[in-house]
């Protein structure tokens, strides 16, 4: 089975400043998705971002980007100008390009200060 | 916008009781899955199904079953429910595999198994 790795189980940053959170990944397969999910305090999951393994471009939405890393199996997200409602657990997941499953890592929890 | 609801935000039972936890979508998917989110462990899969009277293991089915009569609906079910299965609980729906689809997820059922 794929595994998913988030080493940082918390993390802090300052109101508008920028804020990098890692996710690396072990799998054998070439086509595969790679998602960053946020659960605020209402436990309600919402889908940040999300990246194709056979795209090379790193995905943009809006203030969240990734560097995905493919030889590297690395996918980390980065948030910047961070706001008060960025502040929840991010997890990282993964999913294979012909199967529906998504494994997931541990989540990593965004304290931001203002 | 797609709906995944669980029918209970939290729930406490005793050990040995038989647990039912419902989780209904609205928008036709086909798949349907049962998490386990404790911390430190992030998401771990329960059970999943890609279609009606089907359901496979994930990768902790142990203590549970599910059953999906409906397309809609997915229940899992803790036959006699232990201290141990005191965890967050959260269903997710999708469409079929082949797109670069994530989850949608329910808000997820706290139980405390006393």
């Known amino acids: 089975a794929q595994t998913v790795t988030q080493s940082q189980p918390e993390m802090s940053v300052q109101e508008a400043e920028t804020v990098t959170l890692s996710c690396t990944y072990d799998t054998s397969e070439s086509d595969y998705y790679l998602f960053w999910y946020k659960q605020p305090p209402s436990r309600q999951m919402i889908l940040v971002i999300r990246?194709?393994?056979?795209?090379?471009q790193n995905a943009t939405e809006n203030r969240f980007s990734v560097n995905f890393q493919k030889a590297a199996k690395s996918f980390s997200l980065k948030i910047s100008d961070s706001q008060l409602g960025d502040a929840a657990m991010y997890f990282c997941a993964y999913r294979s390009d012909n199967f529906n499953k998504f494994y997931f890592g541990s989540g990593t929890k965004l304290n931001v200060k203002p | 916008d797609v709906k995944v609801t669980q029918s209970s935000r939290y729930l406490v039972k005793r050990t040995g009781e038989k647990v039912f936890l419902e989780c209904v979508q609205d928008?036709?998917?086909?798949?349907m899955f049962w998490y386990r989110q404790d911390p430190g462990l992030g998401l771990r899969l329960i059970y999943f199904s890609y279609d009606v009277k089907m359901k496979e293991k994930g990768d902790i089915p142990e203590g549970y079953s599910v059953s999906r009569e409906k397309k809609e609906r997915f229940s899992l079910i803790l036959e006699s429910a232990s201290t141990n299965q005191t965890s967050m609980y959260l269903c997710a729906s999708s469409p079929p595999g082949g797109r670069p689809n994530g989850y949608t997820f329910g808000s997820g059922t706290r139980l405390t198994v006393v």
């Open positions: 928008m036709d998917h086909e798949n």
């Open positions: 990246q194709e393994a056979y795209k090379q």
